[in-house]
Nanobody
Framework: QVQLVESGGGLVQAGGSLRLSCAAS??????MGWFRQAPGKEREFVAA????????YYAASVKGRFTISRDITKNTVYLEMNSLKPEDTAVYYC?????????????????WGQGTQVTVSS
């Protein structure tokens, strides 16, 4: 069992930045991901990172603007979000993969945080 707690969401103007954090209750070798869900839309993949090699993956919509990173010593994953757009407005969720393999499929993740709201005003 892994508990995940996100923090760092808030209200920001378009073009601004936010950093989200996800603290895990214990270390895991499985990849960690960030997903988001906007009102009336499906939950979508944002970014993922592997623990061992530190390889990172991004959705096309955020590549070049968002950066995922991890601090193994703190069991924490971060999502640095720059050049934010109103369409980035959503609840952002941190999740832990059920396997050692990276995936963009939310059903491959079995532990989820409670979510943190990010609102980008125009």
């Amino acid at each position: 069992q892994v508990q995940l707690v996100e923090s760092g969401g808030g209200l920001v103007q378009a073009g601004g930045s936010l950093r989200l954090s996800c603290a895990a209750s214990k270390f895991t070798f499985n990849p960690m991901g960030w997903f988001r869900q906007a009102p009336g839309k499906e939950r979508e993949f944002v970014a993922a990172i592997t623990w061992k090699g530190g390889s990172s993956y991004y959705a096309a919509s955020v590549k070049g603007r968002f950066t995922i990173s991890r601090d193994i010593t703190k069991n924490t994953v971060y999502l640095e979000m720059n050049s934010l757009k109103p369409e980035d407005t959503a609840v952002y969720y941190c999740a832990c993969s059920r396997t050692r393999d990276y995936s963009e499929n939310q059903y491959e993740y079995n532990y989820w945080g409670q979510g943190t709201q990010v609102t980008v005003s125009s």
